[in-house]
């Protein structure tokens, strides 16, 4: 059974969440605003002695949002109360770890931040989730989101395909 231990260099600011992205980095937001953190063990691998360094701010600020790390390393938000974009923010943005920039990206059209999903499964699709009495999924692999409201299915585009470099 594993044990917790405090960092030795904790943040300095109010933590949100965390992600661990494919680089093995851990990037934290700052609780309820647009500043996120990198967390990079030391060079033993350990987070505990770790450091702390500020990445590029994403645009809106966004609290109980959807979030995921896509399998090519970026990372997926969409949607969030508490937003300087509005009270429930309507909105997606996709960061690249290696450019350190985000880009924003647009939803679906009837899409609001009360219908998202958030779970990836390895083959780059989000699973299924019962939302506001619709099943909604999204194809990150094509860049498509299919909404069905019972027997209406429709197929809505969004941001491009997310698996692609971007441009």
């Avoid at 350190?100 to 390895?122: A, D, Y």
């Amino acid at each position: 059974m594993g044990t917790w231990q405090p960092l030795s260099n904790p943040p300095n600011f109010g933590a949100s969440t965390m992600l661990l992205l494919t680089d093995g980095t851990v990037m934290c937001q700052e609780s309820g605003g647009n500043n996120w953190w990198r967390l990079t063990p030391d060079s033993n691998g350990d987070y505990v002695n770790g450091s702390w360094s500020p990445l590029a701010p994403m645009k809106n600020t966004r609290l109980y949002y959807a979030s995921a790390v896509l399998r090519d390393g970026r990372v997926f938000v969409a949607g969030g109360e508490y937003s300087n974009g509005g009270s429930e923010l309507n909105a997606a943005e996709i960061f690249e770890p290696l450019l350190n920039h985000w880009t924003s990206i647009p939803t679906p059209q009837g899409w609001t931040s009360n219908r998202r999903c958030s779970v990836l499964r390895p083959a780059g699709r989000q699973t299924p989730a019962r939302l506001d009495r619709r099943q909604c999924y999204g194809d990150l692999r094509s860049g498509s989101r299919n909404l069905d409201s019972g027997a209406q299915q429709g197929r809505q585009q969004f941001g491009g395909n997310l698996d692609a470099s971007p441009g």
